[in-house]
């Protein structure tokens, strides 16, 4: 961590490798549950239970594609999780755009949450939307792509290489299994009963080899904030496809 840019007075992450855990991994746009692969093997190899759903309209999900699907359906999927498996004391993670889903999901359904863990995510207040955290010129050009290639239904998905992903064979990966995001999530806004997380354990985990520029507006809110933990990895901002063992050994760490 780097103490110059922890928000002050942030708690810390207290290591626990000896007690079994239930995690619920959420991925960010483009990206569905097959993301999380390599991270959900090393968790689970170490006794861990863990959960890597995909979200309506993603992924294996993708034929469920319509204009119908906007955050609310997001945030049910993971509250559907946590419901339909009765989990509780569960660590939350959610990746980029995923952040949001677990916000509204522990905004639902508290009781069911250990800790919540942002990685490199967007982080919303009650009322905002993934657009209004963007740079204005960012919302344009995507709203511009989704008009151009599916008449504003989604968003297509970007290069690897905006993910901060290089290597041949997790390029490949992305490439494979991505799929276009329904643009209607990025405008619906987030309705929260009070502050993001709530009362619950936060940490933000900064992706920063090579820092994804588009979040900043995200860090600096958190960094505003004097009940959230914050960390980094030095990779970039899939950290779960080009750096699995160390993001699984920050996942057993922050419970």
């Known amino acids: 961590m780097t103490q110059s840019d922890a928000p002050a007075n942030a708690p810390t992450a207290t290591p626990a490798h000896t007690k079994s855990h239930t ?44 204009p119908q699907i906007d955050l609310q359906v997001f945030i049910q999927d993971v509250v559907d999780v946590l419901e ?18 677990i916000a509204g999901a522990a905004d639902r ?43 504003g239904l989604t968003i297509p998905v970007p290069p690897a290489s905006a993910f901060g992903v290089f290597e041949p064979d997790q390029v490949a990966l992305l490439e494979r299994y991505c799929t ?44 505003a904030q004097k009940d959230w933990a914050w960390d980094e990895i030095a990779t970039g901002h899939d950290a779960m496809v080009s750096a699995p063992e160390a993001l699984a050994e920050k996942l057993m760490a922050f419970v």
């Open 23 to 66: 995690y619920v991994l959420v991925h960010g746009a483009w990206h569905g549950g097959w993301c999380w692969e390599a991270v959900a093997q090393i968790l689970r190899s170490n006794g861990h239970r863990v959960f890597t759903p995909t979200l309506s309209g993603l992924g294996e999900r993708s034929n469920l594609l319509s």
């Open 84 to 101: 339909q498996h009765d989990l509780s004391d569960v660590i939350l993670v959610g990746h980029s755009f995923g952040g949001i889903s």
């Open 109 to 151: 359904v508290p009781q069911r949450i250990r800790q919540l863990v942002f990685l490199d995510a967007v982080v919303l207040s009650n009322g905002e939307t993934a657009f209004s955290r963007l740079a204005p010129e960012i919302a344009a050009a995507r709203r511009q792509l989704a008009l151009e290639t599916s008449n």
């Open 180 to 223: 276009p995001h329904p643009l209607k999530t990025f405008d619906d806004p987030i309705a929260l009963t009070g502050p993001v997380g709530g009362a619950l354990p936060k940490v933000y985990i900064q992706c920063v080899d090579p820092v994804y520029a588009p979040l900043q507006s995200s860090r600096d809110f958190v960094k």
